[in-house]
């Protein structure tokens, strides 16, 4: 089992920053990748960003490119999302969660509760 713990949220007027953290721990020796998603209200999950563990190479949803960096403290077993220049389209609450390729795409087998990010216009 892996725990997933998220924070950082909060209200913020478009233009600002915020940084997000996951903490992760259990289970967490056999993690290949971990990623953030949001969900906006009315809308599905969607993918923001991630990382795999050991190699440090990332990948973003094109709407956050240039503005999210995803980024990881090995020792802490925590994953971060800095967002800056936050737009009124990027509220939603932000997820974190751990997972790897399959036969059949990506999975994502642990999730975290989620903390809620809201930006002003």
């Known amino acids: 089992q892996v725990q997933l713990v998220e924070s950082g949220g909060g209200l913020v007027q478009a233009g600002g920053s915020l940084r997000l953290s996951c903490a992760a721990s259990g289970r967490i020796s056999g993690t290949y990748a971990m990623a953030w998603f949001r969900q906006a209200p009315g809308k599905g999950r969607e993918f923001v960003a991630r990382?795999?563990?050991?190699?440090?190479?990332?990948l973003y949803t094109d709407s956050v490119k240039g503005r999210f960096t995803i980024s990881r403290d090995n020792a802490k077993n925590t994953l971060y999302l800095q967002m800056n220049s936050l737009k009124p389209e990027d509220t939603a609450v932000y997820y974190c969660a751990t997972g790897g390729p399959s036969m059949t795409g990506w999975k994502y087998d642990y999730w975290g509760q989620g903390t809620q990010v809201t930006v002003a216009s």
């Open positions: 990382m795999i563990w050991s190699a440090g190479s990332t």
